[in-house]
């Protein structure tokens, strides 16, 4: 069980960096730098610096995009970060989300992202690239692969990663049916391709949530809850795994979700938790992460509770109680 810890930059970069050394010490297999230009320091240059300050955990842009990203741009960073840190660096693209919004533009599309993939891949080659009709390369590209992976739910996302990428996050929860759903597309993609015997990288994106008591753990996920429950395709995933959602139609912002959290009842948000991610005293994780790990899941991607603040209560759960059980019970870490 791989276990790659989100690390939002959102405080000076010495600290981050700190904090990194303290994740690779700690036993985590990653960590996840998300990409969120106004919300957070740049993730290329934190990928960097992190790079360049610790010597073995690998290092994931968690989750990049073509629209505020140029791909020429994308794969110069790309290929700087893998000269400090060689084998360590894993990009993950997105349609962009909160950061296309924050600046007014759409998201990327599917098609967009899977020919940013297929440019990237030229570019780090050393391949000629046609930029509106002006051929340039990448003149210092190693030809060393860089693992590119796509992030997403829906069904056209899931298929093109299966076709195009190196690997996938797919944002489905825990629950075994949402996985099995999420991997049949994949395979779907994979097999239009040609692709059935080049195994992919994945990497299962969960929330994570610990407390001393396993109701103030429930408590913790109530916001997430909520904001699955009002989303249509998240709401699907919640169906999909046997919860009933009547929320109503209308698709709300995370604020608007936090507002919305106090009138779900305890009972929905004990089943809606624990299809959404793991929640839990230590203990119980390690036991919900054995059972993940059965269903043959092996790199996890965990959204701590912490939310943008630099999840030093998570590091230490996982440091001081869930690996040393995870090893106790036979899993590597």
Same mark, same amino acid.
């Given at each position: 069980?791989?276990v790659?810890?989100?690390v939002p930059p959102?405080?000076?970069?010495?600290q981050?960096c700190?904090?990194i050394?303290e994740?690779?010490?700690?036993?985590?297999f990653?960590v996840a730098?998300?990409?969120?230009q106004? &919300?957070?320091?740049?993730t290329?240059?934190?990928?960097?610096?992190?790079? $360049?300050?610790?010597?073995?955990?690998?290092?994931y842009?968690?989750?990049?995009?073509?629209v505020t990203?140029?791909v020429?741009?994308?794969?110069s960073?790309? $290929?700087?970060?893998?000269e400090?840190?060689p084998g360590?660096l894993?990009?993950?693209?997105?349609?962009?989300?909160?950061?296309v919004?924050a600046?007014g533009?759409r998201?990327?599309t599917v098609k967009?992202?899977?020919e940013?993939?297929?440019?990237?891949?030229?570019?780090l080659?050393g391949?000629?690239?046609?930029?509106n009709?002006?051929?340039?390369r990448l003149?210092?590209?190693?030809?060393?692969?860089?693992p590119?992976?796509?992030?997403?739910r829906?069904?056209?996302?899931l298929?093109?990663a299966?076709?195009v990428?190196?690997?996938?996050?797919p944002?489905?929860?825990l629950?075994?049916?949402?996985?099995?759903?999420?991997r049949?597309?994949v395979?779907?993609?994979?097999?239009?391709?040609?692709?059935?015997e080049?195994?992919?990288e994945e990497?299962?994106?969960v929330h994570?949530?610990i407390?001393?008591?396993?109701?103030?753990?429930r408590e913790?996920s109530?916001?997430?809850?909520?904001?699955?429950?009002? $989303?249509?395709?998240?709401?699907?995933?919640?169906?999909?795994?046997?919860?009933?959602?009547?929320i109503g139609?209308?698709?709300v912002?995370?604020?608007?979700?936090q507002q919305l959290a106090?009138?779900?009842s305890?009972d929905?948000?004990? $089943?809606?938790s624990? &299809?959404?991610g793991?929640?839990?005293?230590?203990?119980?994780?390690?036991?919900?992460?054995?059972?993940?790990?059965?269903?043959? &899941?092996?790199?996890?991607?965990?959204?701590p509770?912490?939310?943008d603040a630099?999840p030093?209560?998570?590091l230490?759960?996982?440091?001081?109680v869930?690996?040393?059980?995870l090893?106790?019970?036979?899993?590597?870490?």
């Open positions: 069980m791989e790659i810890l989100r959102s405080v000076p970069l010495d981050v700190n904090f050394i994740a690779e010490t700690a036993g985590f990653g730098i998300p990409d969120n106004l &919300i957070s320091r740049d290329y240059l934190t990928l960097g610096l992190a790079a $360049q300050c610790t010597s073995t955990i690998h290092l842009a968690m989750v990049s995009n073509p990203r140029h020429s741009v994308l794969a960073a790309m $290929q700087t970060i893998d400090l840190a360590r894993h990009v993950t693209l997105g349609t962009g989300a909160a950061a919004a600046v533009r998201p990327a967009t992202i899977a940013t993939i297929g440019t990237l891949k030229q570019l080659s391949e000629a690239v046609n930029f009709e002006s051929e340039s003149s210092y590209a190693s030809d060393r692969q860089i590119i992976l796509v992030a997403g829906g069904p056209r996302i298929e093109m299966g076709e990428a190196d690997g996938v996050v944002y489905v929860g629950h075994p049916d949402n996985l099995t759903y999420a049949n597309l395979v779907t993609g994979a097999e239009r391709s040609g692709r059935t080049n195994p992919m990497v299962l994106d994570v949530g407390a001393p008591t396993p109701t103030e753990a913790l109530r916001p997430t809850c909520a904001y699955w429950a009002s $989303q249509p395709s998240l709401a699907n995933l919640l169906r999909n795994a046997g919860l009933s959602v009547n139609d209308k698709v912002t995370w604020a608007e979700a106090p009138s779900l305890d929905f948000v004990s $089943q809606a624990s &299809i959404i793991a929640y839990g005293t230590p203990e119980d994780l390690a036991d919900q992460l054995t059972c993940a790990e059965g269903r043959g &899941i092996s790199r996890i991607y965990v959204r509770s912490e939310g630099l030093h209560k998570t230490r759960a996982f440091q001081e869930v690996f040393p059980a090893k106790n019970q036979g899993l590597n870490y």
